[in-house]
């Protein structure tokens, strides 16, 4: 669905997207994560076709982005950053209108924004709406053409946990309709859940590329911390896969002394910390 090679992009004179390689396949949820200012949404509208003075190559489902036609947006859905609702409009108009730039039949709109939990919403003007409800429509909006692809900008930044559980979950809806999804997020436990492979971006280049998964072992295997009191009160740790053969703990359980036992699996903070040197957020 989407091949980027040797891509470089810069807002001024030194590059600011440096020398980037990757391609997503169709079905894929792709995740992009990185501090603030790293470059994610600058990627995204390299991809969207909407920054197009870029060097090397950048090709969403079959064309070069820089050479994008109106039809290239018929198969495209965005969630932008910010809303890009008419706030004088009620949710249901801003959705009719949109749906009217498209050449293909619309999903129909009072199904969305029941999926969304907007339906008892949809005609109250969008200036009235709080950050979350216009976080939902703006999702909503992306998928009314019923898009190939979505790009969706941190979409569950600012969610009470509900919503941004039912967020989570329409975005695997899409998946398992074979749609591919290109995820950026702050949120590295949406990122681990949701995500097939998450390129770390730093100053404007990948850092690293791979399944959560694969991330997270590299990291090798959790460990276990336990407690006991004898004279005092000791603390030792052993990794999780030799937990069998640390002859201590064996015999604190089987005397029943140990006052607290726990794992600690690395997560992909941990990972984005080794590799960069800095934190998610
Ligand atoms: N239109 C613009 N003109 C000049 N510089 C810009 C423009 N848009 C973004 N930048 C700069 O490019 C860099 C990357 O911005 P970008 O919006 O891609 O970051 P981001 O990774 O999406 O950050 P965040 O997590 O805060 O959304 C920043 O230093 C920003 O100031
Ligand atoms: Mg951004």
Known sequence: MITVQNLSFSYTKSPFISD?????????IFGFLGPSGAGKSTLQKILMGMLR????????????CKNRTRHFYENIGVDFEFSTMYEKLT???????????YEK???????????AGLEQDADKRVAAYSKGMKSRLNLIKALLHDPLLLCLDEPTSGLDPTNSRLVKDMILDEKAKGKTILLTTHNMQDAAELCDRVAFIVNGRICALDSPRNLIMSKGAASVTYTWFENGEHRASCPLEQISSDAQLKRLMAENR?????????????IFM???????L
């Open 53 to 64: 003075t870029y060097q090397g190559s950048c090709q969403v489902n079959g064309m070069e």
């Open 274 to 280: 080794d590799v960069t040197g800095r934190t998610l």
């Open 105 to 115: 039949k619309p999903r129909p709109i009072d199904r969305l924004l029941k999926m």
């Open 20 to 28: 980037m390689n990757f391609s997503v396949s169709k079905g894929e």
């Open 91 to 101: 949710a249901r108009e801003n959705l009719q209108f949109f749906a009217s730039l």
């Open 258 to 270: 140990l006052q607290s036992i726990h794992s600690s699996e690395p997560n992909l903070n941990d």
